[in-house]
């Protein structure tokens, strides 16, 4: 493995290989392997396989404990955006594992590297290297240090529309009249934040604060989903 890589890991994660063999192998693909027969390597295939469940199990416990108000198909969603190809795949790149990856020269000339579905499969293979060179608990420092803070900092916020999700709710059993209200206006213009009550059929649900109208207005709705145990 490059050694610049394996310091970036360390200085980075702090994730230093016992059994370097696993790393090189989660670092393999197949047509790499199939150019080179006499070698006696093995592709990621099988570690992708097992990082795949690793990071289902991870993310599904992460979103479990930090979500408490989001019932179980809110959670079957949310995890659907973030254990996915396009996440995955963006992730590898992130981290650049498509610079590191033993490619066939098939695969190569035909751009292996941008492929989304080679990187899923780079990411997934990582995590099922790592898992089995230092367990579960090293996975969770890693996650925990770069994909739960992206969770949490809203890279997937478009499944968090807590509007959204307050209206389907008010409105499973018929029409309800959802209005959301500024109650007032704090701070100087540059730190302005807004408050905002979320109101349905006249009666005041909730209350939420925000830097701009939006914001304030899905705290509310956020606030309302809780109380209501939704």
């Not at 599904?60 to 198909?73: D, Q, V």
């Not at 990187?119 to 230092?134: H, I, K, N, T």
């Not at 408050?195 to 304030?216: M, N, P, Q």
Request: with cysteine; glycine share 6%; charged share 30%.
């Amino acid at each position: 493995m490059n050694e610049k890589f394996l310091k970036r890991l360390k200085d980075e994660f702090g994730i230093v290989f016992q059994n370097i063999s696993l790393l090189e192998q989660a670092f393999t693909h197949s047509s790499y392997v199939n150019e080179h027969r006499g070698n006696r390597l093995s592709d990621n295939e099988r570690i992708e396989f097992l990082g795949d469940a690793v990071l289902e199990l991870t993310i599904s416990r992460y979103l479990f404990e930090h979500y408490p108000e989001m019932s179980e198909g809110k959670l079957t969603r949310f995890r659907a955006t973030i254990v996915c190809e396009a996440s995955f795949s963006q992730f590898a790149k992130e981290l650049g594992f498509d610079k590191e990856i033993r490619l066939g020269r098939g695969e190569e000339q035909m751009n292996g590297r941008k492929r989304s579905a080679l990187l899923c499969d780079l990411f997934e293979s990582f995590v099922g290297a790592l898992y089995l060179d230092q367990g579960l608990d090293a996975v969770l420092d890693f996650l925990k240090q770069f994909v739960f803070p992206k969770i949490k900092a809203g890279a997937f916020s478009h499944v968090m529309d807590y509007k959204t999700q307050l209206q389907e709710w008010l409105q499973k059993n018929g029409e309800v009249l959802i209005q959301y209200q500024i109650l007032e206006e704090v701070g100087p213009a540059h730190e302005k934040q807004f408050v905002v009550a979320v109101i349905a059929d006249g009666k005041e649900l909730a209350t939420g604060s925000g830097k701009t109208k939006k914001a304030a207005e899905q705290a509310a709705a956020e606030t309302a989903l809780k109380n209501e145990k939704v």
